[in-house]
């Protein structure tokens, strides 16, 4: 299980619509070739905001893509339903943690990187 890519500056301007909030999210992939119950897991930034997996069967090379503000969860989207941003875009850190609470991936970003707003592993 990895963190992929990171939209952490929502398109457009910060205007706390539902639309902006889930503009900025965070993808997880399973590189494996089995499934993984990622109940319990745990998405969450530098400043202690959490969001907690809930019932998520990831397929074996299958991405979800965490998004910030509501909606209904899929296969392949799920909302944190939240009505504030969660990822800073000067600097923050994404940390994916497992039902165990041990880091599996972390991602950072900050001023000394140079991402632009949107940061790609690939």
Request: proline share 1%.
């Amino acid at each position: 299980m990895v963190l992929g890519d990171i939209q952490y500056n929502s398109p457009g301007r910060d205007d706390y619509s539902n639309r902006s909030l889930n503009g900025e999210w965070v993808e997880v992939t399973n590189t494996g070739r089995r499934a993984v119950n990622l109940d319990g897991w745990t998405l969450s930034d530098g400043d202690g905001n959490r969001y907690r997996f809930d019932d998520l069967r990831l397929a074996g090379r299958a991405t979800v893509r965490v998004h910030t503000g509501y909606g209904r969860d899929t296969r392949t989207d799920v909302y944190q339903d939240r009505s504030d941003y969660v990822w800073g875009n000067h600097s923050d850190r994404a940390t994916l943690r497992n039902d165990d609470g041990r880091a599996v991936d972390t991602e950072s970003w900050g001023r000394d990187h140079r991402y632009g707003d949107r940061w790609n592993r690939r």
